[in-house]
Structures are given as C-alpha cells and as structure tokens.
C-alpha cells in the first residue's frame, strides 16, 4: 500500500509560481495513475489535473489549463505540480492522489490513496 506525501506548498503573490512535489513510499508509483486535487475552504474538493502510469497523457481542468503542468519521475517515486501564473482563487489545499485502478481520473472517488495535503495561498 502507497502512503503519499506534499510538500512544496506557501505564500506566493498573484502572478507567481509554486512547485508542489508528491513523494511516494511503501510501493512502486509506476503503477499508480497520479493526479492533483485542491480544496478551498468551504468549496468541494475539486480536480485540478491527472497524469497516466508513463507520464505519456495528461489531463487538466479547465481552470488551470496552460498555467499548470502536471509531471512525474517514477525513478525517485515522485510526482510534481509545477504551478505558474497563479492567481488569488488558486488558493487551497493541494492534495496527491493515485489509484491502480483503470478510472475516469476527474472524480474524487476514482482514487484510492491520498497525501495529507499542502497549502497554497496566493495573494493578491
């Protein structure tokens, strides 16, 4: 069983960029689908983007489509969010999560193993 972990998360002025990290422990994330969940608070926790087994597809929400780019290094066990042109309403909670399991890969219940989170706030 993975057990996952964010880091990478602070304070950052609008405009500006943050890259969050998942490290992976106790299993192979190469046979993990990964993705990145956020939640603000009051709100649903909401997609934010979605990485294949091999790094080869990727899949955004349209919020952050073209600022966000969701990447993976199954080497060092580790999945990265790299976030650009970050804006107020970016702010959340950023979670990593994965799943073994072949799954639309935009819904919460799709995935079975989850970080504790790292928080982003943008300020404007």
């Known amino acids: 069983q993975v057990q996952l972990a964010e880091s990478g998360g602070g304070l950052v002025q609008a405009g500006g960029s943050l890259r969050l990290s998942c490290t992976a422990s106790g299993g192979s994330l190469r046979f993990y689908n990964m993705a990145w969940f956020r939640q603000a608070p009051g709100k649903e926790r909401e997609f934010v983007a979605q990485?294949?087994?091999?790094?080869?597809?990727?899949m955004y929400s349209d919020s952050v489509k073209g600022r966000f780019t969701i990447s993976r290094d199954n080497d060092k066990n580790m999945g990265h969010l790299q976030m650009n042109s970050l804006k107020p309403e970016d702010t959340a909670v950023y979670y990593c999560?994965?799943?073994?399991?072949?799954?639309?890969?935009?819904?919460?219940?799709?995935?079975?193993?989850w970080g504790q989170g790292t928080q982003a706030t943008v300020s404007s």
């Open positions: 999560a994965a799943t073994t399991r072949i799954v639309d890969g935009r819904r919460v219940n799709d995935y079975d193993y």
């Open positions: 990485i294949g087994r091999t790094g080869g597809s990727t």
